[in-house]
């Protein structure tokens, strides 16, 4: 495996293979690797010729408090990167990424407003601003996103369509722990008493995904449910939670499944997980 700290030796790298008429996968990452990467990292391996990894902790789409405090590990990553047969790591810095000048941002504008998108929409912005950006260097047939940021991929998709960008955007499942807690980077910064709390999330998300399967149709009220159930948690403080239609994301559910969101601090730490539920008829208002 190689690694390239540079967007000219990344290129070069991916200009190369190309000419040998290889397919290349991608699977954007913010570092700090873990089995759900792992499985990205395999599905992509799966259907391409060529894998590349990049790691980048993107200052757009954080706080700077929250920037300073994420994981961070090269060497880790890189070796778990090349235990999974990866190809190529791509590991910038921020002034590689954004030099001195640099002055512009990608945003998709309604999408981007959905869910809890409206009071971070700084942060879409940034993710954006960052995912055009790497897929422009990499050039690949297919970039691999997990299913656990449902909103960050739903706008992703939205944007690769409306710019005709030349990649097919393939999701993931999300991985789990044993207890449910969908895998996450930000998981190592809980203290261990954090760490067990935090299974309120895909507890309660569960629960209200039972309702659903039975019937109930009162999306609004199931969301508020749902707040309700993990606020019996008291490290946890809810950010948001929303029962939408999982195409559109909107409150009025008219597709034929519904996502159960939620964005909660556990310790000041904002951990964020959904559940897809497939409705049926006796899911009618």
Not at 20 to 47: C, N, Q, S, Y
Not at 159 to 165: A, Y
Not at 210 to 226: F, T
Not at 252 to 274: C, H, Q, W
């Amino acid at each position: 495996m190689k690694t390239f700290h540079h967007i000219s030796k990344m290129r070069d790298a991916v200009r190369a293979e190309r000419a040998k008429g290889g397919r290349i996968g991608f699977v954007p990452t913010l570092g700090f690797l873990h089995e759900g990467h792992e499985a990205l990292i395999a599905a992509a391996m799966r259907d391409n010729d060529v894998v590349v990894v990049s790691r980048f902790v993107n200052p757009l789409q954080f706080r700077k408090k929250a920037f300073g405090r994420y994981p961070r590990d090269e060497a880790r990553d890189a070796a778990i990167c090349d235990k999974n047969g990866v190809d190529y790591l791509f590991s910038p810095g921020v002034e590689e990424m954004y030099p001195e000048g640099f002055d512009t941002r990608a945003e998709v504008m309604d999408l981007t407003g959905r869910l809890e998108g409206g009071a971070i929409r700084w942060h879409y912005r940034g993710v954006v601003t960052v995912v055009v950006k790497l897929l422009n260097i990499v050039q690949p047939d297919t970039a691999y996103f997990g299913k656990k940021d449902a909103h960050q991929l739903a706008i992703i998709k939205r944007f690769v369509k409306d710019l005709n960008i030349p990649v097919e955007i393939r999701a993931v499942a999300t991985r789990r722990a044993k207890d449910g807690l969908a895998l996450s980077s930000r998981n190592s910064l809980l203290t261990p008493e954090e760490r067990k709390a935090a299974v309120v999330i895909p507890d309660a998300i569960k629960a209200i995904g039972k309702k659903l399967k039975s019937g109930y149709a009162d999306y609004r009220a199931l969301g508020m449910e749902l707040e309700k159930l993990i606020e019996k948690e008291p490290k946890a403080r809810v950010d948001f939670t929303a029962v939408v239609d999982a195409e559109t994301l909107r409150e009025e559910v008219s597709g034929p499944s519904a996502m159960i969101y939620a964005a909660v601090f556990i310790g000041g730490k904002r951990l964020t997980d959904n559940l897809v539920v497939k409705l049926g008829p006796l899911n009618k208002k």
